[in-house]
């Protein structure tokens, strides 16, 4: 079961005693690669995805040849999961020793920890790879879902919703969320959405809420208690709409962004959407979408955020995951993460920061036959206050959890 959030931040409350980021990192990044040598990093990331998989375990044997260091992948389900045992490490005392090294992260998860001083840090300043990062253009680099990042995590990968469709069966796909109901009406069963809290699914509510909400910046701030449930009526009012006419008439869901790229696959639905503008050009390469699915963008523009890397107060491999979060820094891993044979994760860094041989890796990469262009994106909305997508989802279970 996937520990609430709102639970987490209750017991965030608990739990705070002192400052935890006063724990012992390496002054220079120097000591960091001194000290890692012979570390095993713990790293808790998603594991939901058998290509980021790969990459994790190439990145693995990289930073094992240049730096000794060890890296073992904890394929989590939610990444909720890690945040509750390092949680609950810190209730019981446990202040080094930790069990969790490294953990990919954003949103309401990185919110929590940093409330409950679960932590380490800062230490992305110490990264040289940090200086190559695009925090002038790319915002969401330095603010997660309206939170400070305070140097308390390092910039991965960055992600925008696009919506998939097969140009062969829907070659004019709704563009606006508002035109989804009528669109589903008169497709009826070919459309549908991962239940919550996948977070692909919980985007597309988001996308849905700040579509129908009447004033969108009311999102970048927490609700007042009760807020939600009001403002957020219009976006029942839309599902209400929708839903009969979902695949399976909405009496199920996908259940992750995998099996809604699947029932695409299948032709069982002609719409899917993912968070990663390269994703479809990377199952295609992959042979996992047919090769006429394109990809688009709704009028107005889509959710967009960055995602991290974190370090938890208690690591026991402090030095090792900065070493590690450094690699995945570098335009060697950057690039290959963002090749759409690869995974076709957009990158953090800025090309004008990069050495000349180092661009070079990023012009040699496909765009990839239905990647978007930067331009072609369009407007990066903002993500919502985290406790706003509790909130949500919270509201959501209520009406249709089983």
Do not use: C
Not at 10 to 33: K, M, N, Q, T, Y
Not at 150 to 171: I, K, N
Not at 256 to 263: T, Y
Not at 314 to 324: L, P
């Amino acid at each position: 079961m996937r520990p609430s959030i709102a639970r987490l931040f209750a017991l965030a409350v608990l739990a705070i005693a002192g400052d935890a980021h006063a724990d012992s990192l390496p002054a220079r990044f120097e000591d960091a690669a001194a000290a890692a040598r012979g570390q095993t990093v713990y790293f808790n990331a998603w594991g939901g995805n058998e290509r980021i998989n790969a990459y994790i375990a190439w990145a693995g044997e990289r930073v094992r040849a240049l730096h000794g260091v060890r890296l073992r992948h904890v394929k989590l389900a939610d990444t909720a999961e890690a945040v509750a045992r390092v949680l609950a490490e810190k209730t019981a005392g446990r202040d080094d020793g930790g069990s969790v090294d490294l953990i990919w992260i954003n949103g309401e998860n990185f919110a929590a920890m940093k409330q409950a001083g679960l932590l380490a840090g800062p230490f992305v300043h110490l990264l040289p790879g940090f200086g190559m990062v695009d925090v002038e253009t790319k915002p969401t680099t330095t603010v997660d879902f309206t939170i400070p990042v305070e140097g308390l995590e390092a910039p991965w990968g960055m992600a925008q919703l696009v919506f998939l469709h097969d140009r062969a069966r829907v070659p004019k796909p709704p563009r606006r969320i508002a035109d989804f109901p009528a669109w589903a009406a008169a497709h009826p069963g070919r459309f549908t959405y991962p239940a919550p809290p996948d977070f692909t699914g919980t985007t597309f509510l988001k996308q849905a809420l700040h579509a129908t909400i009447g004033d969108p910046s009311v999102l970048q701030r927490a609700p007042a208690p009760g807020e939600a449930a009001t403002l957020s009526r219009p976006l029942w009012d839309f599902l209400e709409a929708l839903h009969p006419y979902l695949w399976r008439a909405g009496r199920s869901f996908p259940l992750s962004d995998q099996h809604l790229r699947q029932l695409l696959d299948d032709g069982e639905i002609d719409i899917a959407f993912s968070f990663n503008p390269g994703e479809a050009s990377s199952a295609i390469a992959a042979g996992l979408l047919p090769e006429t699915v394109r990809t688009y963008v709704l009028d107005g523009g889509t959710i967009a955020n960055t995602h991290f890397l974190a370090i938890p107060f208690n690591a026991s491999a402090k030095a090792g995951a900065m070493v590690v979060a450094d690699f995945l820094l570098s335009p060697e891993a950057q690039a290959r993460k963002q090749d759409p044979r690869i995974w076709g994760d957009p990158t953090v860094l800025a090309m004008d920061k990069l050495p000349a041989a180092a661009r070079a890796l990023f012009d040699a990469l496909p765009l990839g036959v239905a990647t978007l262009t930067p331009a072609e994106l369009g407007p990066a909305l903002p993500e919502p206050h985290p406790a706003w997508m509790s909130e949500i989802e919270s509201l959501w279970r209520q009406r249709y959890g089983t």
